[in-house]
Nanobody, 120 residues
Framework: QVQLVESGGGLVQPGGSLRLSCATS????????MRWYRQAPGKERELVAH????????TYADSVKGRFTVSRDNARYTVYLQMNSLKPEDTAVYYC?????????????WGQGTQVTVSS
C-alpha cells in the first residue's frame, strides 16, 4: 500500500521559515517524480515545486522562486520543501504528489496535506 505522509506545517510569522517533509512508503521512490502543490481557500490547487527522479529540481512557481527549495533523499524515501521568507499569501494546504509513467500508464499518489499558515 502506497502512503505519502506530509509533516512540518504550522503557524509562522511573515518572514519566517518552515521545512515540509513528505515521507513515502510502498513505492520505488527513486523512480518517481515528486511534486509539491498547494491549495489556498477558494483557489485552485497549484504546483509549487517539482523535483524529478534524477534529483534535479525542474520547476518552481514564479511566486516562490528564490524563497523555496525542493530536495529529496532517496535513502529515506522522503522529499522536502524548505520555505523561507514566508508571506501571508503562502498560506495554504500543501500536498505531496508522487508520479511515474510505466509505458503509457500513469501511477500517481497524493498525501493528505499539511496546513501552512503565515500570519502575525
Amino acid at each position: 500500500q502506497v502512503q505519502l505522509v506530509e509533516s512540518g506545517g504550522g503557524l509562522v510569522q511573515p518572514g519566517g521559515s518552515l521545512r515540509l517533509s513528505c515521507a513515502t512508503s510502498g513505492l520505488t521512490f527513486r523512480t518517481y517524480d515528486m511534486r509539491w502543490y498547494r491549495q489556498a481557500p477558494g483557489k485552485e490547487r497549484e504546483l509549487v515545486a517539482h523535483i524529478n527522479a534524477a534529483d534535479v529540481p525542474t520547476t518552481y512557481a514564479d511566486s516562490v522562486k528564490g524563497r523555496f527549495t525542493v530536495s529529496r533523499d532517496n535513502a529515506r524515501y522522503t522529499v522536502y520543501l524548505q520555505m523561507n521568507s514566508l508571506k501571508p499569501e503562502d498560506t495554504a494546504v500543501y500536498y505531496c504528489n508522487a508520479a511515474t509513467m510505466l509505458g503509457t500508464i500513469l501511477y500517481e499518489y497524493w498525501g493528505q496535506g499539511t496546513q501552512v499558515t503565515v500570519s502575525s
